[in-house]
């Protein structure tokens, strides 16, 4: 693996991007067979989460009863629409992210808060294993002020166990979603299109206690 930046950048150094051009995305999720954006149906949720490279983190989540549809992308940082070399190079400030729409009434925040915590170290920094850099920070992006409470509620609760299994503090940015930018159509479900493809996450074997945010 080649070492990359791990200094979060500042918006006046990330990229330019692009601000009239979006990424095209795929009609349908190649296994739920699902939309990919809006509009989503009536009474769906979004919740984004970054626990390194999105290609296994996304399988994670689509795996998980309740989850209507996913999709991977950038989200945290400056450059507008960036591409998957613009944010591998860390001058963009975005770390790869899981959008992941839901049916709260098949499967509550909580219960995929737990999904991201067990399935990644969120005590790593600008890293997630092997994979060095700021685009592989973890991150909990809220898009409403009861996810936002949630997520500040599990890490609390989820560092006292990490703490007690000889972990060190949570390094999870928790923010509310700025702009989700989509990722490239080859990295949609790239698991499932690739099943021997390179899979980076790996959780500490801390079990998150369902209703651990509550």
């Known amino acids: 693996m080649i070492a990359k930046p791990t200094r979060m950048i500042t918006a006046d150094e990330a990229l330019p991007g692009r601000t009239d051009q979006t990424m095209p995305v795929s009609d349908r999720h190649h296994v739920l067979d ?8 009536a009474g769906i949720e979004l919740g984004v989460f970054g626990m390194g490279c999105f290609w296994g983190a996304e399988r994670k989540f689509w795996q ?6 996913s999709a991977v992308g950038y989200a945290g940082g400056f450059t507008p629409n960036p591409s ?8 963009t400030g975005h770390t790869e992210v899981v959008l992941v729409a839901f049916d709260p009434q098949q499967v509550s925040y909580d219960e995929l808060l737990r999904v991201f915590w067990e399935n990644h170290d969120p005590t790593q920094g600008m890293r997630q294993g ?6 592989y920070r973890s991150a909990v992006y809220t898009t409403t002020g009861a996810q936002a409470a ?3 509620r599990s890490r ?9 299994a000889g972990y060190g503090a949570i390094t999870t940015e928790l923010a ?3 702009h989700f930018y989509y990722a490239e159509p080859y990295h949609q479900q790239y698991l499932a299109k690739n099943p021997d493809g390179y899979c980076g996450i790996g959780g500490t074997g801390v079990t998150c206690p369902a209703g651990l945010a509550i």
């Open 150 to 152: 949630a997520a500040a």
């Open 84 to 91: 998957y070399e613009e944010t591998c190079t860390g001058c």
């Open 34 to 41: 699902a939309p990919l954006t809006a509009p989503w149906p």
């Open 156 to 164: 609390d609760a989820y560092q006292q166990l990490l703490t007690a």
């Open 176 to 178: 509310p979603l700025g």
């Open 130 to 135: 092997a994979d060095v850099g700021t685009q």
């Open 64 to 69: 998980t009863s309740g989850v209507y549809s």
